[in-house]
């Protein structure tokens, strides 16, 4: 049975959803209310089946999840990371059942919330309705931008791309450094979001290390020059759509980490 536990202090939904609308401290005090309470799951545990109906939405709290599908033969697709501060399925509100499965990635907190939470803080709030709207908007500039990744780009650079978005990503709720960010997918779990073999990522990692553009050292990743490996996956950071730089000084120093400044 999944384990109630305390919700940690800091909060990445705030973190994140203040980058795309200005959150007033009302706002932000509803929206902290969203994380309680939670439940812990294990790796590879589902959080969401597909076409099985959900009485409520869920937020990572704590740790990563992914969204994925399972094609005829039993392989599985990656289609998603979520990371703390994500909801995993907002759109259910509208679409009903879910046609994914989402699962956690790693040992993973997660906040239950019932739909109609959700649906008096929308009607109640215009900010966050808008906040909401755009988190599910980023979302799917993400899905875009790992179309044209897997599409596009040769298998060195769809890697350096993910990475640089994983940093980025955790930079923006505040989970990062500037030039590290935990890393926890396997090998394994990088063929299923790239579409190649895990052969191919093992070559290719090696290959990235051997460059000085990355490292990998206990489930972290170290970049040790951010716009060199930005550039040499063309990554460009626009698809996550930051409208707004936040005012305090943590999320100050999280931004500038993010463009890769020192």
């Given amino acids: 049975m999944d384990a109630l536990v305390a919700i940690p202090r800091s909060n990445p939904l705030v973190r994140k959803l203040r980058h795309g609308v200005d959150l007033d401290d009302g706002d932000r005090s509803l929206l902290a209310g ?5 439940r812990t799951l294990e790796p590879q545990q589902d959080i969401v089946r597909a076409g099985e109906p959900a009485p409520g939405v869920h937020l990572v709290v704590e740790g990563f999840a992914f969204r994925y599908k399972l094609v005829g033969d039993g392989r599985r697709q990656i289609l998603g990371l979520l ?4 909801f995993c399925d907002l759109q259910s509100i509208v679409l009903g059942p879910s046609d994914h499965y989402i699962a956690a990635l790693t040992p993973c907190t997660v906040a239950d919330v019932p739909q109609e939470r959700i649906d008096a803080l929308v009607f109640r709030d215009s900010r966050i309705a808008r ?4 988190a599910t908007l980023v979302d799917e500039s993400i899905v875009r931008e790992w179309l044209a990744n897997m599409g596009q780009r040769a298998a060195d650079r769809r890697i350096a791309h993910l990475f640089c978005e ?4 955790q930079q923006i709720v505040g989970a990062a450094g500037p030039t590290d960010c935990a890393m926890p997918m396997t090998q394994p779990m990088l063929a299923d979001i790239l579409g190649i073999t895990t052969i191919h990522v093992s070559r290719v990692l090696r290959d990235l290390r051997e460059q000085g553009l990355i490292r990998l050292q206990e ?4 970049v040790p020059d951010v716009a060199r490996l930005r550039a040499f996956c063309d990554f460009d950071p626009t698809y996550l759509h930051l409208l707004h730089q936040p005012g305090d000084a943590d999320a100050t120093e999280a931004s500038a980490a ?3 400044r020192p």
Avoid: K, S, T
Avoid at 83 to 86: I, K, S, V
Avoid at 131 to 134: E, N, P, S
Avoid at 166 to 169: D, E, Q, S
Avoid at 219 to 222: K, Q
């Fill in 34 to 38: 969203l994380f309680r309470p939670g």
């Fill in 83 to 86: 990371l703390p501060g994500d």
């Fill in 131 to 134: 906040a909401l709207w755009w």
């Fill in 166 to 169: 994983l940093l980025l990503r």
């Fill in 219 to 222: 489930r972290r990743l170290h």
């Fill in 258 to 260: 993010g463009r890769g």
